[in-house]
């Protein structure tokens, strides 16, 4: 197998997150490992499920859109980023981001904001799952860092809801303890110029991208939707990580 042909199944490997390659998702859990392909270029990733599969939570017009054309276009952007500074080719996008810092400065905001983009929806497709609940060890760290399941959702409805504009709230694992945060806009707290450092469980895109066409202003009404959409499974998976 030519080496570059070998080296796009396994970037195609480490970022789908499509049924037949849940094994590769489950094996690298957080570690989701993005990388370029073997033409050093950034792909969407399948989302693993139809648009609609998530109604009536989140609606399928807005799912097409969201990875269409939303997600799609940050992996564009960073691709075109990356093609003016060569340097920046060959690295996986968590390592990328890790290293902002010392970015050149000319792409250093297009880095940031599209490479933040594509990791983050990345990290959020595979979020999405109707009909699961919470595994016994989310249950147990999640009463251990907040009292009890009921008492994180309410900590992290607070914090999505108080998200100034448009960013993420997160919950994150750092030194191995819980904490609920928000970045703006592309951000998360696997950036290295990112006030809170942490590995990323669970996300959630309080753009109004994310709900406008369904819920339109009204946010809290997607937050608590995310409730009936969010897989635990996968949570589990990112916690083992
Ligand atoms: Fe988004």
Redo the contacts with the bound molecule.
């Keep these: 197998m030519k080496p570059n042909r070998r080296k796009f199944i396994k970037g195609a490997a480490l970022v789908g997150i499509g049924a037949a390659l849940q094994t590769n998702r489950a094996e690298a859990g957080i570690k989701l490992l993005i990388q370029q392909t073997g033409a050093d270029k950034f792909e969407l990733p399948p989302l693993g499920y139809a648009y609609d599969a998530l109604e009536p939570f989140i609606d399928a017009q807005t799912m097409q859109l969201?990875h269409g054309k939303?997600?799609q276009a940050y992996v564009n952007k960073l691709n075109e980023a990356l093609d003016k500074e060569p340097s920046l080719k060959g690295h996986t996008l968590e390592k990328l981001l890790g290293k902002l810092g010392s970015c050149p400065e000319t792409v250093r905001s297009a880095v940031r904001n599209h490479g933040g983009?594509h990791w983050?929806?990345t990290f959020?497709w595979a979020l999405l799952k109707k009909e699961t609940q919470p595994g016994k060890k989310t249950t147990e760290a999640l009463q251990t860092a907040f009292g009890s399941v009921d008492a994180f959702k309410k900590e992290f409805e607070k914090v999505s809801a108080s998200v100034f504009g448009s960013g993420w709230a997160w919950l994150i694992s750092e030194n191995a303890k819980l904490r609920i945060v928000s970045t703006p806009n592309q951000d998360n707290t696997l950036m290295d110029i990112s006030p809170m450092q942490g590995r990323p469980i669970l996300g959630l895109?309080v753009?109004e991208?994310?709900y406008y066409l369904k819920y339109q202003n009204k946010r809290a009404d997607y937050i608590q939707a995310y409730w009936n959409v969010l897989n635990w499974d996968q949570v589990e998976k990112n916690l083992n990580g």
């Design positions: 969201h939303h997600h983009g983050n929806h959020f895109d753009w991208h994310a």
